[in-house]
């Protein structure tokens, strides 16, 4: 068994995300579902790439209060 140690993009380039919903991204990674894990193993990076963007639509150009909402909607998921 190969077991390769890639960053997402060589499946998922961020341009292919770009500007797509959550749940789109989540259809995407669930097309892929089952070579996580097994071909493909991700180390999460939180401090890189725009994933904020996919949470609310100007998530970025909101206020801290407003940001904090959203999150808050995701938490309580």
């Known amino acids: 068994m190969s077991l390769y140690i890639w960053a997402i993009t060589p499946v998922i380039s961020q341009s292919a995300q770009k500007g797509k919903t959550l749940a789109e991204r989540n ?3 669930d097309a892929h579902k089952e070579d996580f894990g097994t071909t493909f193993v991700v180390f999460p990076n939180p ?3 725009s994933w904020v963007s996919a949470l609310a639509k ?3 150009n909101l206020s801290p209060e407003e940001q904090k909402q959203v ?3 995701y938490l309580q998921q």
């Open 58 to 60: 100007g998530y970025q």
């Open 27 to 29: 259809g995407i990674i």
């Open 71 to 73: 999150n808050n909607q």
């Open 47 to 49: 401090a890189y790439g």
